[in-house]
């Protein structure tokens, strides 16, 4: 059974351009969440999405978007880059919306130089 | 109000040790304490969570505790093994919301020497 899959794996961009992200959850999950996870810290809650609607976001810019599709992959979009968006971009799928098990994905390290 | 407060920062343990991670919370409204073992370059992993109906909750090695009253709970890790050396975060969420935001700890370093 695949787990949560993101990709891509690594990705560098330069300030002030746009990226996207993309997940696909664990088959028969509804639920995609992402996080920022900065060097050395904790993963901070950026979106939940469940059945292609927004749940929940947490304190970050306009700049950061996501959206889920009718198969309940995601994408997470963020436009004007900063250095400070250097970090690794966690997906985390579940079946429900709400403190239930929440398995995350690799990740996508994003470089922005 | 909203921190999840981990200690210690590092740990190292001998192989066979029990290894203890803490942490603490403000937020009453927290109702789930999920657990995430983390190695470098990979996503954090499930290891066990734990609600606040009940006090300890065990699987295999790892065990959690629970402490309402002082809204506490800890990780404990025994018979170490040098496959355990990875960082380690607790984290808590809230129904209250509607959705899942997992609020995490600033992460445990465990080393485990042979």
């Known amino acids: 059974d695949a787990g949560v899959t993101q990709s891509p794996t690594h990705l560098i961009k330069t300030r002030g351009q746009h990226v996207t992200l993309r997940c696909s959850p664990i088959s028969g999950h509804k639920s995609v969440s992402w996080y920022q996870q900065v060097l050395g810290q904790g993963p901070q809650f950026i979106f939940q999405y469940y059945e292609k609607e927004e749940r929940g976001r947490g304190n970050f810019p306009d700049r950061f978007s996501a959206r889920q599709f009718p198969n309940y992959s995601s994408e997470l979009n963020v436009n004007a880059l900063l250095l400070g968006d250097s970090a690794l971009y966690l997906c985390?799928?579940?079946?429900?919306?709400?403190?239930?098990?929440?398995?995350f994905g690799q990740g996508t390290r994003l470089t922005v130089v | 109000q909203q921190q999840v407060k981990q200690s210690p920062q590092s740990l190292i343990v001998q192989k066979g040790g029990i290894s203890i991670i803490n942490c603490a919370y403000e937020n009453t409204a927290f109702d789930y304490f999920p657990w995430y073992q983390q190695f470098p370059g990979k996503g954090p992993a499930l290891l066990i969570a734990i609600r606040p109906d009940v006090s300890e909750k065990k699987e295999g090695r790892f065990t959690i505790s629970f402490n309402k009253s002082a809204k506490q709970f800890s990780l404990h890790i025994m018979d170490s093994q040098p496959g355990d050396s990875a960082t380690y975060f607790c984290a808590a969420s809230t129904a209250n919301t509607g959705f899942q935001k997992l609020v995490f700890g600033t992460g445990t370093r465990l080393l485990v020497s042979p």
């Open positions: 985390a799928s579940s079946f429900g919306t709400v403190n239930t098990e929440a398995f």
